[in-house]
């Protein structure tokens, strides 16, 4: 069974970190490139970052530049998401996704993504 999850959403206070992981099983992660996504109450989903299969190529929304950052561990079947100084606006969702048809860069568009995990709440508020 094809499956991702994700871990390591909690609540934090503004200017806190958070790391999440994405751990993929039933499949090799490290051929496709992988996008974390968000979605707060009542917003459409929207793409945070993404990195492609060998990690040379990445890429962040505006709002999160500078502040988080995309990894992945192939030996591990692990994708991270190191969130630091976190705001209020960064409430959310979030989600990761593997996109099976590109290795060599990555789209942010979430209708690119083949498969989902299940989502992990993040809560910024002090």
């Known amino acids: 069974q094809l499956q991702l999850v994700e871990s390591g959403g909690g609540f934090v206070q503004p200017g806190g970190s958070l790391r999440l992981s994405c751990a993929a099983s039933g499949f090799t992660l490290d051929y496709y490139a992988v996008g974390w996504f968000r979605q707060a109450p009542g917003k459409d989903r929207e793409g945070v970052s993404c990195i492609s299969s060998s990690g040379g190529y990445g890429y962040y929304r505006d709002s999160v530049k500078g502040r988080f950052t995309i990894s992945r561990d192939n030996a591990k079947n692990t994708v991270y998401l190191e969130m630091n100084n976190l705001k209020p606006e960064d409430t959310a969702v979030y989600y990761c996704?593997?996109?099976?048809?590109?290795?060599?860069?990555?789209?942010?568009?979430?209708?690119?993504?083949?498969?989902w995990g299940q989502g992990t709440q993040v809560t910024v508020s002090s």
């Open positions: 996704a593997a996109d099976i048809n590109v290795t060599s860069v990555c789209y942010i568009d979430p209708h690119n993504y083949d498969y």
